[in-house]
């Protein structure tokens, strides 16, 4: 089973602040994804890796960025947070391989005020 | 346009029962179909999968079954306990990709 951690968990914070959701995986995985996921509805993904240096955009249209400098880390910051950001933030890990299971942590349950 | 749908956004049943959790497509070059759970506070986890190629996936008391031609999906779980209380969401993948698609998912609600 992965190990998948993101921190923190809950975060309430005010707007125009600069927030870092972190992601670390012990697991040695290439592939890494962020979702977003809003109460009721299906997960979008927003960007995800297939290595390090390595980071695309996913379906959903997102103002956070990401980067991908170590293998095991996988952080997502947004520079100026907006209440529109009010949301679930899921990173998930897989092995090589197009039909890989992903791996998903425990979520961040971000609120912007 | 949503491609993949959940279109139960609740189900009910009692302990020991079956339970039938739905799911349909629309992009036909979808290949490769995953039932995630995911508790309250919790990430979703890795339940089980199918290929296209496949018409029927089994794991214990869990079985999914593929109908391609109706593009639908459908997750079975017997019997039924109430730890299985959860939401449910139905994925699909493109080869080239690897991405997962989501439908909304399905609170399954079993009752003792």
């Known amino acids: 089973e992965a190990d998948i951690y993101q921190t923190p968990r809950y975060l309430v914070i005010g707007t125009g602040k600069k927030i870092t959701l972190e992601c670390s995986q012990t697991?040695?995985?290439?592939?890494m994804y962020w979702y977003q996921q809003d109460p009721g509805m299906e997960l979008h993904l927003i960007h995800y890796?297939?290595?390090?240096?390595?980071?695309e955009k996913g379906d959903l249209s997102s103002e956070s960025t990401v980067s991908r400098i170590r293998t095991e880390h996988f952080p997502l910051t947004l520079e100026s947070a907006r209440p529109s950001h009010t949301s679930q933030y899921l990173c998930?890990?897989?092995?090589?391989?197009?039909?890989?299971?992903?791996?998903f942590g425990d979520g961040t349950r971000l609120s912007i005020l | 346009d949503q491609q993949v749908k959940q279109n139960s956004p609740s189900l009910s049943v009692q302990e020991g029962r079956i339970s039938i959790l739905n799911c349909d497509y629309t992009n036909s070059m979808f290949d490769y179909f995953l039932w995630y759970k995911k508790y309250p506070a919790e990430g979703p986890t890795f339940l089980i999968s199918i290929s296209s190629i496949k018409d029927k996936n089994e794991d214990g008391r869990f079985t999914v079954f593929l109908n391609k031609s109706a593009k639908h999906l459908s997750l079975h779980i017997v019997p039924s306990q109430p730890g299985d209380s959860a939401v449910y969401f139905c994925?699909?993948?493109?080869?080239?990709?690897?991405?997962?698609?989501f439908g909304q998912g399905t609170e399954l609600s079993v009752k003792p």
């Open positions: 998930a890990s897989s092995e090589p391989g197009s039909h890989q299971p992903q791996h």
């Open positions: 697991m040695g995985h290439d592939k």
């Open positions: 890796s297939y290595g390090v240096n390595s980071t």
């Open positions: 994925a699909a993948t493109l080869y080239q990709g690897g991405k997962l698609i």
